[in-house]
């Protein structure tokens, strides 16, 4: 099983990066980073994107910061 430590990335390489859910979302695991959401004004750091969910293409709001929280988030699809 893959470790459960702090991810390493950057908010700017996020586009269309593939995640797994630790624990399921409204029965859904493996998401899509669809969307980073950049900040007004664009001098300020990113700090959501959007996620899409693979099955029922439900989008989700999140900081992208969990996503390094590998108790919520694994990087990849499995």
């Known amino acids: 099983m893959p470790s459960k430590t702090k991810t390493l990335l950057s908010p700017k390489k996020l586009l ?5 859910a630790v624990q399921p979302i409204n029965k859904q695991k493996h ?15 990113i700090e959501f994107v959007e996620i899409e969910a693979v099955f029922s293409k439900k989008v989700n ?3 992208w910061r ?11 699809w499995l």
């Open 16 to 20: 269309l990066s593939k995640w797994t």
């Open 31 to 45: 998401f899509l980073v669809r969307k980073v959401i950049l900040p007004e004004p664009p001098s300020e750091k």
């Open 61 to 63: 709001l999140i900081p």
């Open 66 to 76: 969990d996503l390094t929280n590998g108790e919520l988030w694994l990087q990849g």
